[in-house]
């Protein structure tokens, strides 16, 4: 079975630009979760999306953006970059992510290197 | 609240058995992970356990957990070099859909 996939993996844009991130989850798996991984903050959650539908949030501002389509494939965009966004970008999917907490492990892709200059 | 804490450094000599430890703070945890990130890569999920569980073990891997004092840890048993790695530790809390919430990592040096 196929692992989770991103693109691009790499990306370098400069501030100001926006830039639009895609997930391919595991096949079978519906739900998809955004982090953000830096030096100084670490591993960030951003959102997670179910059968196209956000459930959960972070706490970023409203430039960062997602959507889910009805494969379960991702994306999540970046408005009005900036130097901060500068980042790995990790998404991650599951089977069905129980709201109320049952065991559904994220399985995670090897991200997407974001460099604003 | 929402926090989990690691030590960010341990090193240890080949064939050393490696423990590394987390502590977290909110009483809603529902499943510790561990996960593991090679340079340059995603996270690699190494185990699991279930917040009403003492001990799980997979192969090369002893998971601890000590409910009472918040206190989770992973044991790699006969260290290699290739577990030369960032490890981390992450919770996910009941009511909290599709969020982990990691600890900082703790970087695994293997020497030979």
């Known amino acids: 079975k196929a692992g989770v996939t991103q693109t691009p993996r790499y990306l370098i844009k400069t501030r100001g630009q926006q830039v639009t991130l895609s997930c391919s989850p595991i096949s079978g798996h519906r739900s998809v979760s955004w982090y953000q991984q830096t030096p100084g903050q670490g591993l960030q959650f951003l959102f997670e999306?179910?059968?196209?539908?956000?459930?959960n949030k972070g706490n970023f501002p409203g430039r960062f953006s997602g959507r889910q389509f009805s494969n379960s494939r991702s994306e999540m965009n970046v408005s009005t970059l900036e130097l901060g966004d500068s980042a790995l970008y990790l998404c991650?999917?599951?089977?069905?992510?129980?709201?109320?907490?049952?065991?559904?492990?994220?399985?995670f892709g090897p991200g997407t290197r974001l460099t604003v200059l | 609240g929402e926090d989990v804490e690691q030590s960010l450094f341990l090193s240890v000599r080949e064939g050393d058995s490696s423990v590394i430890n987390c502590t977290y703070t909110d009483s809603s945890s529902t499943y510790l992970y561990w996960y593991k990130q090679e340079p340059g890569a995603g996270l690699q999920l190494l185990t699991y356990i279930f917040s009403n569980m003492d001990m799980k073990q997979d192969q090369r891997l002893t998971v601890l957990l000590n409910k009472k004092d918040k206190h989770l840890s992973l044991r790699i048993a006969d260290t290699q070099t290739g577990d030369s790695a960032i490890y981390f530790c992450a919770e996910s809390i009941k009511g909290n859909t599709g969020k982990l919430i990691f600890g900082q990592g703790t970087t695994l040096q293997v020497k030979p």
């Open positions: 991650a999917s599951s089977r069905k992510a129980l709201a109320g907490g049952g065991q559904d492990t994220q399985y």
């Open positions: 999306y179910f059968s196209e539908t956000q459930r």
